[in-house]
């Protein structure tokens, strides 16, 4: 995690939507609804910083993530890049802003061309945006980036299936690196790790961002991982975000009923203190995005939940400084 240019905003989120048409019909189709997988989300992403995306599976973390890097075309709203929305350019203009915007894929088994070599796999986005020179001048450019990764250089005529789930994972982090971005989205990247690996592929990232002043949207449905690397934490919950705050107040004071639900049922290495804690229990399921209750998403879960909770939406709002949070609880 970076202390550098803290105050600078790299990115400025605005009212971003995802909704995906629910259509009836086969010949004729008919719109019949949207499945709102991100419904309004705005906040900032500061130079340098780790931002911590959590929440539940299905809630719209990685639909939010591979909007904002156009990889979905939003709905609505606008993903401001040091002063210009990518939401509005076309072309070639968007291609050169995406060598300054990569992805770590949440699967490395699935994510890496099974027919191409490592070299080939890394070597993919310089020759694909026409940069590093001739083939050679990439080969060894493809090299060092696999040093830096803690691969060895001569693996580069390798395939993937040579490799473990951790090795291939290092592999994306190099295609990531290949273009030296600024902003990489980290979408669950130790998720399908084994845990003696996943601290090594997190420290891999902290260690990176340090050398190259990278920027992260980290992805993840583990807390304890998310506190780890993180410095602020938005928390997510059925396509809104429901809190927003740095990791240590965010521990210390969770606001929000969901996110007070979240931690309680995080583990804690003491056992004293464990079995002295209050869990809360969620009772139901998750409401389908395809039609979200009226007033607050989570008011059809919440323990605390009131009569305003159920008719209209909290204004999310900052409620001390940096801190914000989508509550009825703490509406003035």
């Not at 493809?142 to 951790?166: A, C, M, Q, T, W």
């Not at 740095?246 to 969901?258: F, G, K, M, S, V």
């Amino acid at each position: 995690m970076s202390d550098n240019n803290k105050a600078e905003t790299l990115m400025k989120i605005k009212d971003l939507k995802m909704y995906f048409p629910i259509t009836q019909g086969i010949i004729i189709q008919k719109h019949v609804g949207d499945i709102k997988a991100v419904d309004g989300l705005s906040f900032d992403i500061q130079r340098g910083e780790t931002l911590g995306l959590v929440g539940e599976s299905g809630c719209g973390k990685s639909t939010t993530g591979r909007a904002i890097l156009q990889l979905y075309k939003p709905t609505a709203g606008s993903v401001i890049f040091e002063g210009e929305d990518i939401t509005t350019i076309r072309g070639e203009s968007l291609r050169k802003m995406r060598r300054r915007m990569q992805m770590i894929f949440q699967d490395p088994y699935a994510s890496l061309n099974p027919r191409m070599t490592v070299g080939n796999i890394v070597a993919e986005p310089l020759e694909v945006h026409k940069i590093g020179g001739n083939a050679k001048e990439r080969r060894e450019k493809v090299k060092d980036l696999l040093n830096v990764v803690g691969l060895n250089p001569y693996f580069i005529n390798r395939y993937p299936h040579e490799f473990s789930g951790g090795q291939r994972q290092r592999i994306g982090v190099a295609r990531a690196l290949a273009l030296n971005p600024d902003f990489i989205v980290c979408d669950e990247p130790i998720s399908a790790l084994d845990v003696s690996i996943q601290a090594q592929v997190i420290n891999l990232l902290e260690d990176l961002q340090q050398e190259f002043g990278l920027t992260y949207l980290f992805i993840a449905h583990d807390l304890s991982v998310v506190r780890h690397i993180s410095d602020r934490i938005a928390v997510m919950y059925l396509g809104k975000i429901v809190e927003l705050t740095d990791r240590y107040t965010l521990y210390a004071n969770p606001l929000h009923p969901y996110t007070q639900a979240l931690l309680s049922a995080v583990p804690i290495p003491d056992p004293v203190a464990d079995a002295k804690r209050q869990r809360v229990i969620l009772e139901g399921d998750v409401p389908s995005p395809a039609n979200p209750p009226k007033g607050c998403n989570f008011c059809t879960r919440c323990p605390k939940a009131f009569d305003p909770c159920f008719e209209t939406e909290p204004e999310f709002k900052e409620h001390e400084p940096g801190h914000w949070a989508a509550c009825h609880l703490y509406q003035a």
